[in-house]
Nanobody, 126 residues
Framework: QVQLVESGGGLVQAGGSLRLSCAAS????????MGWFRQAPGEEREFVAANNWGGSIEYYADSVKGRFTISRDRPKNTLYLQMDSLKPEDTAVYYC???????????????????WGKGTLVTVSS
């Protein structure tokens, strides 16, 4: 069982930056692909970014490419999402996810992905 705990959300002005963290309860670096999703009010949960267990392969949604960066601290079992040049449309609850298969994360099938965190709220004001 893997528990994921997100932190780092908050209120920021448009153009600002935030760094989200996702602490995993077990060693994930050698096994799990991990990623970030977000869900805005009244919207479906959507894929944001993901990387493979080694962190050498990264994928981003087109809407965040060039502004967000996903990374891992493997000894700390922590996943990060550096968010720069934030826009009001980035406002959402951000969720961390983990699965043995990167392809499962990329498909974004909520009921198939093995582990989810409870989310952290990011609000970007205009």
């Amino acid at each position: 069982q893997v528990q994921l705990v997100e932190s780092g959300g908050g209120l920021v002005q448009a153009g600002g930056s935030l760094r989200l963290s996702c602490a995993a309860s077990v060693r994930t670096s050698s096994t799990y692909a991990m990623g970030w999703f977000r869900q805005a009010p009244g919207e479906e949960r959507e894929f944001v970014a993901a990387n493979n267990w080694g962190g050498s392969i990264e994928y981003y949604a087109d809407s965040v490419k060039g502004r967000f960066t996903i990374s891992r601290d493997r000894p700390k079992n922590t996943l990060y999402l550096q968010m720069d040049s934030l826009k009001p449309e980035d406002t959402a609850v951000y969720y961390c996810a983990a699965d043995l298969n990167l392809s499962t994360l990329l498909k974004g099938e909520r009921n198939v992905i093995a582990y989810w965190g409870k989310g952290t709220l990011v609000t970007v004001s205009s």
